[in-house]
């Protein structure tokens, strides 16, 4: 990762206090880059601005399973309360991306209250993601999850496949096979239509 010049997403500037906003450094990632593995210490926050990264660990099976893929936004905030990393995190699609040195935010977290509760929203915003997701896993069919993702993630029925339809699968939990069968039958049912490296809903 090379540092750039500071320059942060909007997100970021709404959120971050000034202090906090000094401390950061802004970073180009490259597809396949770790920015942290299993078992080591957290020192930094990462925040997504472009590109796309997942955290993920080795299953039961020796598969690897896909715990959040984020495109713009924290991944892995429970670091800031953890002493180790519970999985690695891996660039999947090149962007940019803003570090923050976790203890800065530890003191500011506790120091300012208006603060706190911004990062509070932020936390409540993405637990309602999660409830998304929890509620899209317990749908049956591979269309209805497919559908699902798209309507919840997606901005206006479009949703951006990222590295392509294979993490799709892992985030939905479903075979690629299964997924490249149900995308096949919608787009000739007329319901799903792609656009460039998105998939749309009709």
Same mark, same amino acid.
């Given at each position: 990762?090379?540092?750039?010049?500071?320059?942060?997403?909007?997100?970021?500037?709404? $959120?971050?206090?000034? /202090?906090?906003?000094?401390?950061? #450094?802004?970073?180009?990632?490259?597809?396949?880059? %770790? &920015?942290? @593995? =299993?078992?080591?210490?957290?020192?930094?926050?990462?925040?997504?601005?472009?590109?796309?990264?997942?955290?993920?660990?080795?299953?039961?099976?020796?598969?690897?399973?896909?715990?959040?893929?984020?495109?713009?936004?924290?991944?892995?905030?429970?670091?800031?309360?953890?002493?180790?990393?519970?999985?690695?995190?891996?660039?999947?699609?090149?962007?940019?991306?803003?570090?923050?040195?976790?203890?800065?935010?530890?003191?500011?977290? $506790?120091?300012?209250? /208006?603060?706190?509760?911004?990062? #509070?929203?932020?936390?409540?915003?993405?637990?309602? %993601? &999660?409830? @998304? =997701?929890?509620?899209?896993?317990?749908?049956?069919?591979?269309?209805?999850?497919?559908?699902?993702?798209?309507?919840?993630?997606?901005?206006?029925?479009?949703?951006?496949?990222?590295?392509?339809?294979?993490?799709?699968?892992?985030?939905?939990?479903?075979?690629?096979?299964?997924?490249?069968?149900?995308?096949?039958?919608?787009?000739?049912?007329?319901?799903?239509?792609?656009?460039?490296?998105?998939?749309?809903?009709?």
């Amino acid at each position: 990762m090379k540092p750039n010049p500071i320059s942060l997403p909007k997100p970021l500037i709404s $959120l971050l206090p000034a /202090e906090l906003q000094q401390q950061c #450094v802004s970073q180009k990632c490259s597809k396949g880059e %770790r &920015l942290f @593995a =299993q078992g080591q210490q957290p020192e930094r926050m990462f925040f997504i601005g472009s590109g796309e990264a997942v955290l993920q660990r080795m299953g039961e099976h020796g598969t690897q399973l896909v715990l959040q893929r984020v495109r713009q936004g924290f991944i892995s905030e429970a670091s800031l309360q953890s002493s180790l990393y519970h999985c690695e995190s891996i660039v999947t699609v090149a962007g940019d991306l803003v570090s923050i040195p976790i203890s800065a935010i530890k003191q500011e977290l $506790l120091s300012n209250p /208006e603060f706190a509760m911004r990062w #509070v929203a932020m936390l409540n915003k993405e637990l309602k %993601r &999660l409830r @998304a =997701q929890c509620e899209r896993l317990s749908l049956k069919s591979v269309k209805d999850r497919l559908l699902h993702l798209i309507e919840t993630e997606g901005e206006d029925g479009k949703l951006a496949l990222g590295t392509g339809l294979k993490s799709i699968a892992a985030e939905l939990s479903v075979s690629h096979e299964a997924l490249y069968r149900t995308v096949a039958e919608l787009e000739k049912q007329g319901v799903l239509y792609r656009f460039g490296n998105s998939i749309c809903y009709k």
